[in-house]
């Protein structure tokens, strides 16, 4: 017997995460989340794979354009990630005063994140309550002037601390 939605959530709590926005646009219209479940599948191919609730927008515009950018936030863009989240305004207005460009696909990048991935669907496999899309990464980048990165951890955001 599966365990409880709560007891799942109350577990991942403990897992460290990067944080991350995907973004898509169809229509003329971008959409975008922030992710924690997004990781790195194979170097030959070079593909990822993001996980999105089905339902979203994004998933709609991830399915319609067959593309979709992952932009790997730092920790100075914590205010992206809880815009892209939903707790600050409306889903409508996620763009509004964000600063982007597109690479290869049409999808738009943040500008300033530590470093973007921009893929088109290799495959999609619909489980449970989402969506696991696998991209072929057509173009990617790295910020010249990269910041440490944005951490997510049992409910809070956190920061690497050198140890030097």
């Not at 170097?43 to 354009?65: F, K, M, N, W, Y």
């Not at 600063?99 to 495959?123: F, I, K, Q």
Request: charge should be negative; include cysteine; aromatic fraction near 6%.
């Amino acid at each position: 017997m599966p365990v409880k939605p709560d007891d799942l959530r109350a577990a991942l709590r403990h897992w460290a995460t990067g944080v991350s926005v995907v973004t898509a646009e169809a229509n003329g219209t971008p959409q975008g989340m922030t992710v924690s479940a997004f990781a790195s599948v194979s170097l030959e191919p070079p593909q990822v794979l993001v996980c999105i609730e089905q339902g979203t927008r994004t998933h709609d515009a991830i399915s319609q354009s067959g593309a979709f950018a992952v932009s790997i936030l730092n920790e100075n863009q914590q205010e992206h990630s809880e815009r892209f989240a939903g707790q600050r305004g409306d889903e409508a207005d996620r763009f509004t005063g964000v600063a982007t460009h597109t690479a290869s696909t049409g999808a738009p990048v943040l500008d300033e994140a530590n470093a973007y991935l921009d893929c088109r669907v290799d495959s999609a496999h619909d489980t449970g309550t989402h969506t696991i899309f696998v991209g072929l990464v057509e173009a990617s980048g790295v910020s010249e002037s990269a910041h440490r990165p944005l951490l997510y951890y049992s409910r809070g955001y956190r920061q690497l601390v050198d140890d030097s």
